[in-house]
Nanobody, 122 residues
Framework: QVQLVESGGGLVMAGASLRLSCAAS????????MGWFRQAPGKEREFVAA????????EYADSLQGRFIISRNRAENTVFLQMNSLRPEDTAVYYC???????????????WGQGTQVTVSS
């Protein structure tokens, strides 16, 4: 079974940048599309970004307006989320997810990490 472990979260000021990492292991990782979701206190989990298994295709939540970049290093079994121009509204627990198949914007992913906290202060 694929295992995902997020890291790189922390406390930053508005306007700063942060890079999240997701270390993946498992027999099917190379065939998995990967996604990032986030969940703020009292709110539902929402889609952030996703990347296809070879990294040729990416998609993002419309509200991000180009501030985030998702990428993956297949050789290192790692997925990244580069977050720029962070805003207080970006504060949430960020989750890495994997699924066998195409990227999806809904939470229909088979595997999930434990999450990493991102807090953006104003």
């Amino acid at each position: 079974q694929v295992q995902l472990v997020e890291s790189g979260g922390g406390l930053v000021m508005a306007g700063a940048s942060l890079r999240l990492s997701c270390a993946a292991s498992g027999l099917t990782f190379s065939n998995d599309a990967m996604g990032w979701f986030r969940q703020a206190p009292g709110k539902e989990r929402e889609f952030v970004a996703a990347i296809s298994r070879f990294g040729a295709y990416t998609e993002y939540a419309d509200s991000l307006q180009g501030r985030f970049i998702i990428s993956r290093n297949r050789a290192e079994n790692t997925v990244f989320l580069q977050m720029n121009s962070l805003r207080p509204e970006d504060t949430a627990v960020y989750y890495c997810a994997a699924r066998n198949g195409d990227t999806r914007r809904d939470p229909n992913y088979a595997y999930w990490g434990q999450g990493t906290q991102v807090t953006v202060s104003s």
